[in-house]
Structure formats: C-alpha cells, structure tokens
C-alpha cells in the first residue's frame, strides 16, 4: 500500500506570491491534517478535513487555506507569501472515525517552501 | 490550552546502550494520547509508541517503553539496545481524547535530536 504523498517535494517562491501543496493520503483514509513544522515554532497544526469538510483549525491567519477532493486528496494553498511562511509542510492522514486506531496519524515527507 | 515541552534539546548515546528521553506537558483533560514519533532526515514523521491516559499500564514496543506518569505530567522515552538506525529527531506529542477540537490536532513539543555512536 503506498504512503502518504507530498507533491512537489521542494518549492521556492517569492514575497507576495501564492503556493498550493498537494497531499494524497493512503488509500481508504478519509482524514487529512496539515502541520508546519519551522527551527523556531516548531511544529504547529494548520487544519484537519474529513470527507471533504473542515472538522478543525489551528491559528493561522485566513492566507492559508485547504480543501479536500471528493477521493480524498487534499491542497493547501498560502496567499501572498511572506518570508515568514518558509517551512517544511508536513500531511498526514487517518481512516478517521474517533476510535485511537482509526485516529492514527501516518504523515508524508512533506514540502519544503521557501521564500525568497 | 496544553502544552508539550521537551527539555533535552540533544541527547547521546553509545550503540547497545540505554538512553531516555523526557516530556512534560500541561493539560486541564482528564482524557488523552501521548506519542513519541521520530523524524530521520528523510523527514517523515514515524510513530514510535502511544499511550492513553486512561491505562495505568506503561507502552511498550520492542526496544521501546516509556514512563507515563499521569499525575507528574511526565511521559518519558526509553530506548533500549540503541542501534545507529534509532538516530534521529524525537518529538513528544499530545492529542485531546475530545471530539471536535482533536481532529487530525497534535500538540508537539520542540524535539529531542539524538546522536547514536557507534
């Protein structure tokens, strides 16, 4: 069974301009969450989507945004990038349905941006 | 809001040899998961072992228990036999036992690099 997979595996972008990140989770998940994981704030939780629909949200202001495909894959999009915004983005998806088995996370290599 | 803190930001350890890693975290639930993942360069993040909150029972996983305890807030990583392979970044995490807000959410602390000798 193939992993979690990112796409592209490294980005370069400059100030103001927009990204979207593409994650396609296991086969048969239905969950996908997103994280940012930089040296300073470590890793910090951007969204999760369940068969299609926003379940929950971190703090991140409204330039990140995400959806989830009817198949499961999901995007993440950044507008007006700032230099700030360089990061690794990790996915990770679930089968989801609330029990701890079907909540466990298997994440992909993710997508280093950076931002010039 | 809870918190997850790692206080070691690197740790050591000789090949066959024991290491322990530590976390502490703050939370007003009564209801969790705890995790230890690993991240090697390769920089996906792989499971290492879980705990619930509600088993008094320490994890364990081949080479890898931990020590939960519950009322000190303390959930510490223990390797044993270390092997060149076990090389990498650690993160301590905490996932909220509630629906809605622990949706796909884990709280990380800011990871523990650990170096194996051989």
């Known amino acids: 069974k193939a992993g979690v997979t990112q796409t592209p595996r490294y980005l370069i972008k400059t100030r103001g301009q927009q990204v979207t990140l593409s994650c396609s989770p296991i086969?048969?998940?239905?969950?996908v969450s997103w994280y940012q994981q930089t040296p300073g704030q470590g890793l910090q939780f951007l969204f999760e989507?369940?068969?299609?629909?926003?379940?929950n949200k971190g703090n991140f202001p409204g330039r990140f945004s995400g959806r989830q495909f009817s198949n499961s894959r999901s995007e993440m999009n950044v507008s007006t990038l700032e230099l700030g915004d360089s990061a690794l983005y990790l996915c990770a998806s679930s089968l989801g349905g609330g029990t701890p088995t079907r909540e466990k996370l298997f994440f992909g290599s993710g997508t280093q941006l950076s931002v010039l | 809001a809870q918190t997850v803190t790692q206080s070691q930001p690197e740790m050591s350890v000789q090949e066959a040899e024991t290491v322990t890693l530590s976390c502490t975290y703050d939370t007003s639930e009564s209801d969790y998961y705890l995790f230890w993942y690993k991240q090697p360069p390769s920089r996906q993040m792989i499971l290492v072992i879980r705990?619930?909150?509600?088993?008094?029972q320490n994890a364990t996983e081949n080479r890898f228990s931990v020590n939960f305890q519950k009322a000190a807030k303390s959930f510490s990583l223990k390797i044993s036999d270390s092997q060149l392979g076990d090389a990498a970044m650690y993160f301590c995490a905490y996932r909220s036992a509630k629906g809605g807000t622990s949706y796909g959410k884990l709280t990380f602390g800011q990871g523990t690099i650990l170096t194996v000798h051989p």
């Open positions: 705990q619930e909150a509600y088993k008094q």
């Open positions: 989507y369940f068969s299609e629909t926003q379940r």
């Open positions: 086969s048969g998940h239905r969950s």
